[in-house]
């Protein structure tokens, strides 16, 4: 979820924050590089979503979405499943589409989505 939200700052919140963050190694997958981040982060804002790959924990992936009323971000939802019985294309397939539902259904409970 951290990378959904921090995708939608704009660019100076975006460095102000990377500027004061501390980058911890937790596996060896984790995005632990600022430049490696800062690309990471233009993606989830380009395609509107996150997957998390065994980085806080081998075997756990997650996948998060932002939740908007109109133009405002309201926050973000994620889920986290077992690596070895959800691959990141089953992820793409089911899970993300379920989340943005829900998201959009939590848009809808507070007056409006984005378009």
Known sequence: MGRVLIAQLSKAEQESFLERVQLKRY????????????????????????????ELDEGLRGVA?????????????NISVQAGRNNPEAINQTLLPKLREAAAAIADDFGGRLA
Request: glycine letters at 4%; proline letters at 2%; hydrophobic letters at 40%.
């Open 65 to 77: 979405v932002p939740v908007y009323r109109k133009n405002q971000l309201l926050g973000a939802l």
């Open 27 to 54: 596996t060896e997958h984790t995005v632990a590089d600022l430049d490696a981040l800062r690309r990471e982060l233009d993606t989830v804002r380009e395609q509107g979503w996150s997957l998390v790959n065994q």
